[in-house]
C-alpha cells in the first residue's frame, strides 16, 4: 500500500519550499470542454479583434474619443453629459457578474476573462509549438544555457511581443480610432509622443501578464477570486471533485474492494493552470476553466468507469440533494431587470436633437439699414448636436414673423455628430421690450421627403433701449 499524491498542504502549488515562483507548465488535454471554450474563445476574440474596424456611413461603429468626450457604442454617440448612463454600464455590469457567479460560479474566469481567453487560446500555444508539450518544456528550463534554449527562448518571446503589440494597437483602435491609427502608425514617433508612450508601456504590460505573470494575476492581483465567496452559495455550479466517488483513492487501502473510482493518476493536477488540486475542494485559486473534468473523463474512459467523477455541479449536489437557485440570485435577477429597464427608458427618452446659440464675441447687437429701414442684428454660433442622422439636411427658422433668421451654411447637410454654424438674428427695434425679446426658433432635421426630427427653442435678442 502507498501512499495518496499530495501537494503541500501548507503553500500554493505555485511556489516552492523557499517561497519562490514555481511556474506552471500544464500538461496537454483534449476534450468536450476543451473545444467549447476553444470555439468560445475564438468567437470572442474574434469579436475583439474585428469590432473597431466596423464603419457604418463611415463611421466608427465602437470609438471611445477621450479628448474629444465622445463614446460611439455600436452606432450611438454619447458625449460627456451623457455620462449619467455610465451609471447603468457600472451597475449592470456589476450585477450581472454577480448574477453568473451566484448561479454559474466562476463562468467568467474560465470561459470569458481575457487573462484566460488571450493566455489560453494563444499564449500557451505559442508555447507549445516553440518549445514543446510539457515534459519537453520543463526540460528545457532545467537545462544549461545552451544554443537551443536560447533560439527556443529568443523565437517565443519575438512571438510573445508580435502578438502583444497586435493586441495593443487593436485595444488603441478603440480609442484612437482604427483608420487614424493605420496612418499615425506610418509616422515618426515624434510626431505623436503620447501615443507612441502608451502603446509601449500597454505593450510592456501585456507581455509582462500574459507571458509570464499568468496565473499570479488570478491569485494574487485579481479582486473577483477574492469576493467570489461572497457571491457564492451552495447552489452555485462550481467544478468539484465528487470524493463520495472517487474516496479512498487507489493504492490506499488495503481491502480493493473498498477503493474507490480515484487512481490518484495526478492528472487533474497536471493540467490544472493555477497549479491546484481539485480534490481539495472548492479553492479560490480555482478559475472554473474545466482542464481537469476534460483529463479526468479520459482517464475514466480508460479505465471503463463512468465520466463526471470531476464536474461541473453544486456542493448540495454533491451532498446527494438537489439543486436549486438561491434568494439571492433572484435579488441579483431583479436589480439586474429595474438596471436595464432604467437604462431602456432613458434611452427611449434621450433627445436626438440638441442645440446650443452662443452669442459671438464683440458688440451684441449691430444696426443696418435696407429700404430707409433700420434693423438690428445679434450674431450667434449654434452648436447642434445631432444622433445618426448623417448625410440628411440641418434647418433653422424662425417662428415669428418680424424676425428674420440669416445664414449662409443652411440648410446644412450632416456630416458629423456635432456640427457649429453662424448665423444672424435680424429684427426692428419695435420688437424688443426693454431692449431684450425672446425669439422663438424651430430646428429640424429633414430628408428628402420627410421630416425626421425636429425641436423649438428660444434665444434671447438684445437691442438698444
Request: some cysteine.
Amino acid at each position: 500500500m502507498s501512499r495518496s499524491r499530495e501537494l503541500h498542504s501548507t503553500r500554493l502549488g505555485t511556489t516552492d519550499e523557499k517561497g519562490r515562483r514555481v511556474m506552471p507548465q500544464p500538461e496537454d488535454v483534449v476534450g468536450k470542454w476543451k473545444s467549447r471554450r476553444s470555439l468560445i474563445y475564438s468567437g470572442l476574440i474574434s469579436i475583439y479583434l474585428i469590432l473597431p474596424w466596423i464603419y457604418i456611413d463611415g463611421k466608427q461603429w465602437v470609438l471611445l474619443n477621450i479628448p474629444r468626450r465622445e463614446f460611439t457604442i455600436f452606432g450611438s454617440v454619447f458625449h460627456a453629459y451623457d455620462s449619467v448612463y455610465l451609471i447603468f454600464v457600472f451597475l449592470g455590469f456589476m450585477l450581472l457578474i454577480a448574477f453568473i457567479t451566484s448561479v454559474w460560479g466562476r463562468a467568467w474566469c474560465g470561459w470569458a476573462c481575457p487573462q484566460t481567453v488571450f493566455i489560453d487560446l494563444i499564449y500557451r500555444k505559442i508555447e507549445r509549438l516553440v518549445e514543446g508539450n510539457a515534459r519537453k518544456r520543463k526540460a528545457l528550463n532545467r537545462s544549461g544555457l545552451t544554443v537551443e534554449k536560447i533560439y527556443k527562448k529568443s523565437f517565443k518571446w519575438i512571438l510573445y511581443l508580435i502578438v502583444s503589440l497586435h493586441i495593443v494597437h487593436s485595444f488603441l483602435g478603440y480609442f484612437v480610432g482604427t483608420r487614424n491609427l493605420v496612418g499615425i502608425s506610418f509616422q515618426s514617433p515624434s510626431e505623436n509622443w503620447f501615443l507612441f508612450v502608451t502603446m509601449l508601456v500597454l505593450t510592456a504590460i501585456t507581455l509582462f501578464d500574459f507571458a509570464w505573470f499568468r496565473e499570479q494575476f488570478c491569485i494574487i492581483a485579481c479582486p473577483y477570486g477574492r469576493f467570489q465567496s461572497v457571491l457564492m452559495d451552495q447552489n452555485s455550479l462550481v467544478v468539484a471533485y465528487d470524493d463520495r466517488r472517487g474516496e479512498p483513492r487507489r493504492n490506499t487501502v488495503k481491502n480493493l474492494n473498498e477503493e474507490g473510482d480515484c487512481i490518484d493518476c495526478f492528472k487533474c493536477v497536471k493540467v490544472c493552470p493555477t497549479g491546484i488540486d481539485i480534490r481539495r475542494g472548492t479553492q479560490m485559486e480555482c478559475i472554473a476553466c474545466t482542464m481537469c473534468i476534460d483529463a479526468c473523463d479520459e482517464i475514466m474512459r480508460k479505465i471503463n468507469r463512468p465520466e463526471g467523477l470531476i464536474r461541473y455541479t453544486s456542493e448540495n449536489e454533491l451532498e446527494g440533494e438537489s439543486r436549486k437557485i438561491g434568494l439571492r440570485s433572484f435579488i441579483y435577477a431583479l436589480l439586474l431587470i429595474i438596471v436595464f429597464t432604467g437604462a431602456a427608458v432613458g434611452l427611449s427618452k434621450r433627445a436626438m436633437l440638441k442645440t446650443q446659440f452662443l452669442r459671438m464675441p464683440g458688440p451684441p447687437f449691430s444696426k443696418v439699414v435696407e429700404n430707409n429701414e433700420e434693423f438690428y442684428i445679434n450674431r450667434f454660433q449654434a452648436k447642434v448636436q445631432v444622433i445618426g442622422r448623417m448625410g440628411k439636411k440641418l434647418s433653422i427658422s424662425s417662428l415669428h414673423p418680424d424676425v428674420q433668421l440669416v445664414s449662409g451654411q443652411l440648410p446644412l447637410s450632416i456630416g458629423k455628430d456635432r456640427e457649429s454654424l453662424v448665423i444672424f438674428i435680424k429684427y426692428k427695434k419695435e420688437l424688443l421690450n426693454n431692449g431684450s425679446f425672446k425669439v422663438p426658433l424651430k430646428i429640424f432635421i429633414k430628408s428628402d421627403s420627410e421630416t425626421l426630427e425636429h425641436m423649438t427653442t428660444e434665444v434671447g435678442i438684445v437691442g438698444p433701449l
